[in-house]
């Protein structure tokens, strides 16, 4: 198994998690119902990642919109008769959704909502390693830029990055894989390839801590452990699931242990309890030495989503993706090679 490469990756300035005005149910439900109202007269429909708020999820779903993992997100946006989506999640996503549907406006709460991962890699470095290596194919995951994406010829959610890795390595391709180290090592152990790695990784997945889960193990000896890869070795190693988001809820529905410790973001327990709601959900800690809980298993960047913010977009259409046109027909095309690879492998499609 290959190390993350040694290369000097700027320093992440985490935000700290907003703080929304409390709500009363009367309050809140003329939010949403003016909301609605707006969604309807914009020609609007709402996309949310499962790591935003439950009421943005909520909303979603409420009105005909969709609730997903990144690449669902943006195979709906596609498939969306609306002439404006708005992305509930990260910049990355809203970038995704405006390479896909250049012709459609589409609208975000919060431009500023960015991802660690993203951040670690930025386009002027990411394209000079590139330069370095011109034979290996470069695969990069969704939670980078736009200008990043058009360095690469396949993009992978953690949904697909298996069976694509696994197709690559087939044909004896070397490959540059950026920028999460740790999907990267994840990768490379199932699948046998070596692949130079990025030195990525997430603020929130960092976090979880072997020993502590280790812990929570044993207090919980019934429970299933469901890991995100994003996570550290040392966490992935005592999962009894680990994958996407998506793999991750569904585990929760068709396995049949009462309880599940989840070594994601805490935003994913709203659609788990909708979708089983007689399951125990118990977070996997983030506590004890070494911890900096910068995220303690929720993004600050995800939790810049509000309904709040979400009912200024729709009135002033705006804050709005743009992407040069140039960088944006470059990135559509190893996004597109992803879908199409998902498409003719039956992987994923709208079930949740």
Request: proline share 7%.
């Amino acid at each position: 198994m290959s190390s993350p490469l040694a290369i000097a990756i700027p320093s992440i300035q985490v935000p700290k998690h907003p703080v929304w005005p409390h709500l009363g149910p009367e309050e809140h439900g003329a939010l949403k119902a003016r909301i609605k109202a707006l969604l309807a007269e914009r020609d609007a429909v709402l996309v949310a990642h499962y790591y935003t708020d439950g009421d943005l999820q909520e909303l979603a779903e409420e009105t005909g919109g969709y609730v997903a993992d990144s690449l669902e997100m943006a195979r709906f946006g596609s498939e969306s008769p609306a002439s404006t989506l708005v992305v509930c999640g990260v910049r990355f996503m809203g970038e995704t959704a405006k390479i896909l549907n250049p012709e459609k406006r589409v609208l975000m709460p919060d431009l500023a909502a960015t991802c660690s991962l993203d951040e670690s890699c930025p386009a002027d470095l990411f394209g000079a390693f590139c330069d370095q290596h011109p034979d290996h194919v470069v695969v990069v995951y969704a939670n980078t830029s736009a200008a990043v994406k058009a360095r690469a010829d396949w993009v992978v959610t953690s949904s697909i990055a298996l069976p694509v890795v696994e197709h690559l390595h087939a044909q004896g391709r070397p490959i540059l894989w950026a920028p999460d180290k740790h999907l990267g090592h994840y990768v490379e152990r199932v699948t046998g390839a070596e692949m130079l790695l990025w030195p990525g990784a997430c603020v929130v997945h960092e976090e979880f801590k072997g020993f502590a889960l280790d812990r929570v193990r044993r207090l919980h000896p019934q429970a299933a452990v469901l890991v995100h890869p994003e996570s550290p070795d040392e966490v992935v190693d005592q999962a009894d699931v680990v994958g996407s988001t998506t793999q991750l809820i569904k585990a929760v529905m068709d396995m049949p242990n009462p309880e599940f410790i989840v070594a994601t973001d805490e935003g994913i327990f709203w659609k788990m309890h909708q979708l089983a709601p007689g399951k125990k959900l118990i977070a996997a800690p983030t506590a004890g030495t070494g911890a900096t809980c910068e995220s303690c298993a929720h993004c600050p960047w995800m939790a810049m989503n509000a309904l709040q913010n979400l009912e200024q977009a729709l009135i002033h259409g705006a804050p709005e993706i743009q992407i040069d046109p140039a960088i944006r027909e470059r990135a559509r095309l190893p996004i597109q090679r992803m879908l199409d690879f998902a498409r003719q492998r039956g992987i994923g499609g709208r079930k949740t």
